[in-house]
């Protein structure tokens, strides 16, 4: 077929389990993940990282896309040479070129079954809301945070991450995994709708636009001086009302949300996030938009 | 005073976070632990583990107290000899001697707020049966596992784990902290009271006693046929009846749960604990008992 093959990437960050796992059923039984008719390329992220059961060896795998970092030589660190490595072998002028990338992720926040696309390409868009209209999932659509760059998916025409959440890292979770399958399904059948002329997105896509990260609070030594507060854990995708309490110290003292800047920007993502605490982030905050489906976006993603 | 101090350890395990940032707080404002007022000594289990958030560097150092272990000048890993340390320091014969040790956990296993003893000693068991008594707390009782061994509060005269779950390793949850901290209030009250010669132990001391485990269905070369069965997820302390959904594979196929040599052993626990999976541990199944409580026992833990 003329159309490019997929990519999908399990184990982007290594201790994220259920996803490589799943692939691993799909290698040996490639009827499980057929029901498109796509050609696919089943690829493990970061296979080091998932042997040792980390989230990367030497640099987060998922933040070393960026094209200045891919072009400096003096950058060798493990996670550099495999973006390289993935880039010749399935990127756009690869070995084994894909045209799309998937990439299957996990978080200890309890996001559910959600799409994280990057930017506003509109082939994204397009599959972002063709698996909206399908299944409902929320879609929480990262750009402009200069803190946060180099994501796999843009290294590709389109893509975007399918994330699901809560489980703890390094285990292995059914309900992850169906949740999973059934994302990337979505996504399989999408595609091939619109490759096949059929694709008909609905009216708007919803989307929770990346506005901010809040950090913990924190003693001078960078130690956590509080805790997220119990009332907003496992909360995601629902908006804070200013006074909410936010964060908990250990004395019982309570740290309620109070508006930034852009106080449509209520709606917290990624809520305690263990591997985002290294990042100084206990939550992010998106404003919540409704964009009305373009003709073109169904258009920018059968050419694919 | 006569009485002995009480160790408590945190971080026994580097990536149970809640415990050891407790245990910061407690040293910067010791009154937030002082309403028994009990000499307590504070201590990080494995500090080295904990600043690589991991469970362990070497080896689990919560099976590291083994004496024939100890005690073999040829064992050198990290782990052994942060055992000898701790005993050589807290231990009942150390330069600050304590005479209970309380070791605090989390887990990725739904166990919520509880307690686990190791063996039969009767002063564990009024301890147990006094926090039962204020909180309800549920008790696995360990023994008699082969394959388990060299637990930290056994070196002590007496002491017990608290185990709070469900949470992710490498995270700091409020909610698991507040749990922590009012097992461990209760645990220095009842041993305050005893003290005192005001302990009342309840009639009874429902204890859930340890039987055997079960590893997930796993292929030849190790590695993981099925998944612990959606249904049974965050289902720790709920009875299994035969035929109940045990564990579920890729392609749908169910595995259901069949009673082994001894019916009665049907309570599970631990279920799809993140660090039991190099245990081979998918969940170990206990048989719920109700041990009148003896007199003896709240004697035995005055004395201490």
């Not at 959600?114 to 868009?125: E, H, M, Q, T």
Request: a neutral charge; charged letters at 20%; hydrophobic letters at 45%.
């Amino acid at each position: 077929m003329a159309q490019g093959r997929v990519l999908v990437v399990a184990a982007t960050h290594g201790n994220e389990r259920n996803a490589p796992w799943l692939l691993e059923q799909w290698r040996q039984r490639p009827e499980l993940l057929a029901a498109a008719g796509v050609e696919l390329a089943l690829e493990l992220g970061n296979p080091e990282a998932l042997a040792a059961n980390r989230r990367y060896i030497d640099r987060d795998l998922n933040r070393s896309f960026a094209p200045e970092l891919l072009a400096d030589p003096s950058r060798q660190e493990l996670e550099v040479q495999r973006a390289r490595q993935l880039l010749a072998r399935f990127g756009p002028d690869g070995d084994q070129p894909c045209s799309v990338a998937l990439d299957l992720h996990s978080t200890t926040s309890a996001m559910g079954n959600s799409l994280v696309v990057y930017g506003r390409r509109p082939a994204d868009l397009a599959l972002a809301a063709g698996v909206q209209a399908r299944l409902g999932l929320p879609v929480y659509l990262h750009e402009a945070d200069a803190a946060q760059t180099g994501f796999l998916v843009e290294r590709w025409p389109a893509g975007l991450v399918i994330e699901v959440g809560p489980v703890p890292q390094g285990l292995l979770s059914a309900s992850i995994c169906r949740q999973t399958q059934l994302a990337l399904e979505a996504c399989l059948a999408v595609l091939a709708q619109a490759r096949a002329g059929r694709l008909r997105l609905p009216e708007a896509l919803w989307v929770h636009r990346h506005a901010g990260s809040v950090d913990l609070p924190r003693h001078g030594d960078g130690r956590p001086a509080a805790a997220v507060h119990p009332l907003r854990q496992h909360r995601d995708w629902r908006p804070l009302t200013p006074g909410d309490p936010l964060f908990w110290s250990a004395d019982g003292t309570v740290i309620a949300y109070e508006p930034g800047a852009n106080p449509a920007a209520r709606w917290p993502v990624f809520i305690n996030e263990a591997a985002y605490g290294e990042k100084g982030i206990a939550l992010s905050l998106c404003q919540r938009e409704r964009w009305g489906c373009e003709l073109g976006w169904g258009d920018a993603l059968a050419a694919l």
